[in-house]
């Protein structure tokens, strides 16, 4: 679409075979699951989507559900033969795809393996992680040796939403996950890093939140004011808040605008966001549309290059 600057998608996915036949053993069915249809895919379809987008590399990522449903075995196996095939696909078009592995969390030894195996042999440029696993959230310190080895390795680490185990029933927004409970659910894991001493302790792994943040450029502040009356009381561990929230990445994948945008703005690092499509969970007509709506939004125009590209490019360490 556009001819003027490159543009890095950094929340793309993809859904291979292998993947929908380990949810089938995990009697998994998506559109139960999350209330949201599993959309067709293939490399052939994506990358005709990417030229049609102008999109010129893509960071492919797995989405929801996730691979862990309480078998350790079978999702440690899984998460080999997905993280295998999609290396190869990035192998095969290295020029437009590379990959976050997925991680079998919370089995820390399997999570273990798979890091090392995911960036010593195969190429993963960073991790794909889930907001919460069987209800362990990111920020658990059962956690801790997983993100040890990610620190080690300077890792960059996507967020994806989750739902959350519990849900209330006959309304609404326990049907379609998307609309509230990824939202809610990744804001609920960030903030659990936050205080549990996550991004302190861990100060090299680079985080990225999908969404525009999600919900935390509305309640971060909040998280301060209450921080500033808990701490002194014993009631929550010391922890700078606003220093982890400025280390933290951010995609614009969604429904950036007209609202959620201009929040991220007035809160985050300009040269921390990022651009996200989302494909193919949304279809190309509407990633399109609001492509371009965000090409020609006037306060990102001082910084598009950077939000479009270059943020990307140097996280990722990509040079198209």
Known sequence: MSDTIKIIDVHSHFILPCYLDGLKKMHINPAQEDGFPTPPWSVEGHLAFMEEAGIDHSIL??????????????????????NEETSAICHAHPDKFSFAACLPNPSVDGSLAEIAYAYDHLGAVGVKVASNNNGVYLGDPSLDPIF???NRRKAVITIHPSRAQATPNNVFTSGPAPLFEYIADTTRAVLNMITNGTLEKYPDIKVIVPHSGSFLPFVIHRLIGISEVLIPKGLMEPVDVLGCFNRLYFDIAGDALPIALDALLEVADPSHIMYGADYPYTPSVPIIRKQKQLLEYPPLQPIKEEVFYKNAAKLYGISL
């Open 61 to 82: 990522s797995l989405s929801t559900p996730h691979i862990h449903h309480g078998d350790d075995a079978l999702a440690i196996a899984l998460c080999r033969q997905i």
């Open 148 to 150: 040890e080895e990610l």
